[in-house]
């Protein structure tokens, strides 16, 4: 069976400092992978998507960047952290980038003092 | 793609069925109807999808008009774990955007 892993589950950082969260998949090859991100109170948003090793689209400019340096790797990084990051930032898989199910992990919740 | 509108919120009798409605009048012809939730603190669950023929499965049950302009996801006897924000998606063959959803309150 598929699993989805993110590292860390929690996380806290001053402002300026870089950040690297990591999400791995396992029982899957060549799987569409996803970044979200919510804020306090707010709805999902979504951050970067990839549909291959080394391909990323961003939805919205900010202050991170994804990459996908193995088939069942994503990362999502910043080199100096805002307040505005802060945030419950989510990975998702799915077979496809059509109609079918996006298979969420457990979320890594970030606050930036 | 289609947008779709959701009450903000809705409460339901432990045990009764719990009726969540969705309205997507723009939805075109290769859009899916999608539904997933979000309990506190978790990340979102799959429920259901669907095109334009009724789906059921363990979890739900998804009623398309027959026109698709809008949708309602079904919880034949809700328990106090279905307690959640649900959201409707309508969507091609694009990644998932997630609305602000319904926030289902189940009441005992």
């Known amino acids: 069976s598929q699993t989805i892993h993110q590292w860390p589950a929690t996380l806290v950082q001053p402002v300026g400092s870089p950040l690297s969260l990591e999400c791995t998949v396992e029982g899957t090859s060549n799987p569409n992978l996803y970044w979200y991100r919510q804020a306090a109170g707010r709805g999902l948003q979504l951050l970067f998507y990839?549909?291959?090793?080394?391909?990323i689209s961003s939805e919205v400019p900010q202050n991170l960047s994804a990459s996908r340096p193995q088939d069942r790797q994503f990362i999502l990084s910043s080199k100096k952290l805002l307040l505005s990051d802060s945030g419950f930032y989510l990975c998702a898989w799915s077979v496809l980038l059509g109609p079918n199910e996006q298979f969420f992990g457990p979320g890594t919740r970030l606050t930036v003092l | 793609d289609a947008k779709t509108t959701q009450p903000p919120s809705m409460d339901c009798a432990e045990g009764r069925a719990a009726n969540l409605p969705c309205n997507h009048s723009?939805?075109?012809?290769?859009?899916?109807v999608y539904w997933y939730r979000q309990i506190h603190s978790q990340g979102p669950q799959y429920i259901i999808h669907?095109?334009?023929n009724n789906e059921t499965n363990e979890m739900a049950s998804l009623i398309i008009t027959e026109d698709r302009k809008s949708s309602t996801l079904i919880l034949p006897h809700a328990t106090l774990r279905d307690t959640a924000v649900y959201y409707c998606i309508v969507r091609g063959g694009t990644p998932l955007v997630f609305g602000k959803g319904t926030r289902l309150s189940v009441i005992a």
């Open positions: 990839s549909v291959g090793i080394g391909q």
């Open positions: 669907g095109l334009k």
């Open positions: 723009t939805i075109s012809g290769n859009e899916y």
